[in-house]
């Protein structure tokens, strides 16, 4: 599977960008996707994910409130659209995905496929 995320950029602080991931699967309504995000110096972590059935979304303590995570499964893509953005949020964003469900959804070990990430620049 193939991942290509875009919508990154340089943003003031409160902007609200949003991403988007396409992948090139024949079974996305199936897959787990997620978005991670690593600053300079950082371990990846977990941002948002969306389950496959239900569309049922997760999100991080620190952007709970701020972000929204979706998806289109006619069209591939899952969106993450980012509101009241700070600093701190100042990462590259990667999209990730994996088979069906796992409880584990947090882990970046949990993925088999990413994307190449894209660059978020939160000017103050």
């Known amino acids: 599977v193939q991942l290509q995320a875009s919508g990154g950029g340089l943003v003031q602080a409160g902007g609200s960008p949003r991403l988007s991931c396409t992948a090139n699967?024949?079974?996305?309504?199936?897959?787990?996707m997620s978005w991670f995000r690593q600053a300079p110096g950082k371990e990846r972590e977990f941002v948002a994910a969306?389950?496959?059935?239900?569309?049922?979304?997760y999100y991080a303590d620190s952007v709970k409130g701020r972000f929204s995570m979706s998806r289109d499964n006619a069209k591939n893509t899952v969106f993450l659209q980012m509101n009241s953005l700070k600093p701190e949020d100042t990462a590259v964003y990667y999209c990730?995905?994996?088979?069906?469900?796992?409880?584990?959804?947090?882990?970046?070990?949990?993925?088999?496929?990413w994307g190449q990430g894209t660059l978020v620049t939160v000017s103050s």
């Open positions: 969306i389950r496959p059935e239900l569309g049922r979304t």
């Open positions: 990730a995905a994996r088979i069906r469900w796992n409880v584990q959804y947090w882990s970046p070990a949990q993925y088999e496929n």
């Open positions: 699967s024949r079974t996305f309504s199936t897959n787990t």
